[in-house]
């Protein structure tokens, strides 16, 4: 637990090394070089199959993992997000939205957040323009109060910097230490992983790099908004979607390696039989079997056969998909989350119940942190731009959009069943005005009493639905007029 500013401290800190240790695992299992994430297990396949003795691969690739994040990233983005402020003000944050691609932040955001368990959104000023963009988190500290993880006193970003001297690049480090109001801006020399000496301001003015930014007047808090997945009471930082679930991924790729292994030994099977069954070459005065391997099996007379291996083939495919239930488990996914066991006749309610488990992380998600976040980081963009707002609406879209065939169904029964007017159900399913159902309640009513033609569209039509509207609208005072006697 990092408890004050002094970077140095870094070197020391057990936390902050494991954290930034697991960061960098959790990459490579995101990225798919599983021969640095998986470097024991690879080595022993290794020493056990060299790859000059077989065509397969040590280890099959199989990236679950980066499978894993992109589905839910899509599940919680793809559907969109509204954000609303005070009403003289949404133009503003729109145009700020879209100078910022703010979608394409939130997904990277959420990257981070399952891949490290930790996202970070950051805002700032680049001449004179809001700017809101992503932080991964593997530099990122947090500086705690007191050792109480209730309580931050700042964040400290370090990035690697290089200069170049005597025609060299030599690698610094750029340290922002923010606090609320203000941010210290530090640069040192780093060699050899460890902090040298820090730049004083004259350099730093060299540099175009001031030493404090002070934005206290308009903004009073941090401009690092960190989220987490979801955790304990006693851990700060979120916990990766990779951690519960990667031996069972590990397990996957070394069971279907080993049986490619097998499959490829054997792709090209011996021939077993006695002499007798052998060519005779009469050049070299052998006896031989052109283009095969043969073993020579007892005495003559020796019924020649292939030696073929028995894969067991549904004791593997019963191995595979129990292991696969598995993961399905841990990370709260159906199969039909990767395009497995679709079906065409699918409907939406069928979908919500298969994606329950996944629709409840997804709800945990938002309602651990990034609602807040996105929150917060709307209302210091908005500040920054000099025109501050209290309020902050965020409204995401459906992650399984609503089945229309069902709504209409639905809305249908109703109106059988007599619980619901035919004109609420057209308001309803068109997303129209009370004036516009009316209407368009009027000329189907008109239809099937046969005044107007169903397939006709000419002038005498238009002159009778103008009609038909000048008589809605007077049905329409006539039934504001009897809900007002019926209430009183």
């Not at 399952?114 to 530099?139: A, H, T, W, Y």
């Not at 070394?254 to 090209?268: E, G, P, V």
């Not at 495919?317 to 709260?332: A, E, G, P, R, S």
């Not at 039509?461 to 329409?476: Q, T, W, Y």
Request: with cysteine.
């Amino acid at each position: 637990m990092f408890t004050s500013f002094d970077i140095k401290n870094i070197s020391t800190d057990s936390d902050t090394i494991e954290r930034f240790s697991d960061y960098l695992y959790y990459r490579n299992l995101y990225d798919g070089d599983f021969n640095s994430a998986f470097s024991s297990t690879v080595m022993k396949i290794r020493r056990r199959y060299p790859l000059d003795n077989t065509t397969a691969q040590s280890l099959i690739n199989i990236n679950l993992f980066w499978a894993l994040t992109d589905f839910f990233k899509g599940f919680i983005t793809n559907q969109g997000i509204n954000v609303n402020v005070d009403e003289p003000f949404q133009e503003i944050w729109e145009k700020i939205a879209d100078d910022n691609n703010f979608i394409s932040v939130i997904k990277e955001v959420y990257i981070d957040n399952s891949r490290f368990g930790n996202g970070i959104f950051k805002v700032g000023l680049l001449e004179d323009e809001v700017k809101i963009f992503s932080i991964c988190p593997d530099c990122w500290i947090p500086v705690f109060c007191r050792g109480n993880l209730n309580e931050i006193e700042g964040h400290i970003l370090i990035y690697p910097l290089y200069l170049s001297q005597n025609g060299k690049d030599v690698e610094y480090k750029k340290v922002e230490k923010h606090h609320r109001g203000f941010v210290e801006n530090e640069v040192w020399s780093y060699q050899s992983g460890s902090f040298g000496r820090k730049l004083d301001d004259v350099e730093l003015e060299m540099l175009g790099i001031n030493a404090i930014d002070d934005f206290s007047e308009i903004w009073d808090d941090f401009l690092v908004f960190p989220t987490k997945n979801s955790t304990e009471s006693d851990v700060y930082f979120g916990q990766s979607d990779y951690k519960n679930c990667k031996s069972i991924v590990e397990e996957i790729m070394l069971t279907i390696s080993q049986n490619s292994k097998i499959i490829n030994r054997h792709a090209n099977p011996k021939l077993a039989g006695s002499e007798q069954n052998l060519e005779h070459d009469p050049v070299t005065n052998e006896r031989r079997f052109p283009d095969s391997d043969f073993l020579k099996v007892g005495s003559d007379g020796v019924k020649p056969e292939y030696i073929t291996a028995d894969l067991q083939a549904d004791a593997i495919d019963k191995h595979v998909n129990t292991l696969l239930q598995f993961f399905y488990i841990l990370t709260k996914t159906p199969p039909q989350a990767y395009g497995i066991d679709l079906s065409g006749t699918m409907s939406g309610e069928s979908l919500r119940k298969i994606f329950i488990a996944a629709l409840a992380k997804v709800d945990d998600i938002k309602q651990v942190s990034f609602n807040s976040t996105i929150k917060n980081v709307v209302k210091c963009a908005m500040a920054f731009n000099l025109t501050p707002v209290s309020n902050v609406q965020v409204a995401w879209g459906e992650p399984i959009p609503a089945d229309y065939s069902e709504q209409v169904e639905v809305e249908n029964s109703r109106v059988t069943a007599g619980t619901q007017s035919k004109l609420t159900t057209i308001m309803t399913l068109d997303k129209v005005s009370k004036e516009d159902a009316m209407v368009e309640l009027a000329r189907i009513e008109a239809e099937k009493a046969g005044k107007i033609p169903a397939d006709e569209d000419n002038e005498e039509n238009s002159a009778e639905s103008e009609a038909l509207e000048v008589e809605n609208d007077e049905n329409i005072d006539n039934l504001d007029e009897n809900a007002e006697n019926i209430k009183n």
